[in-house]
């Protein structure tokens, strides 16, 4: 059996689907795809992904089951150099909680918040 990484996919909570949309498209320059839910219960948005590539993808997710907040999980997007999507997110209407640092051998860092109160990294080697 192949081993597989922790993670399969991840869910952002959000409150307002065009508004976290609209600044996750912002952020990655990336245009987010309608995903079908069979419950018909749940909004959902997904990031491009391959299911067959390294690493994870996911979606926004718009449910009564869960909301979005501080103190959850923290998903960590990988970018080629975290400066230039870092650039983006105040522009996007979200907040810089910690620029661009150093995590050693691990490369570089900055910390983020998105419309909906959701935290998240953005990683690179550069």
Known sequence: MKKTNAIGWFDIYVSDMKRAVAFYETVFKSKLEKMGDPTGETLMMSFPGDMVSYGASGALVQSSYSKP??????????????????????????????????????????LCEDTEGNRFGLNSMK
């Open 69 to 110: 907040g501080l103190g959850g999980t923290m998903v960590y997007f990988s970018v080629n150099d975290c400066s230039i999507e870092e650039s983006r997110v105040s522009k996007a209407g979200g907040k810089i909680i910690r620029p661009k640092f150093s995590i050693g051998e691990f490369g570089w860092v900055t």
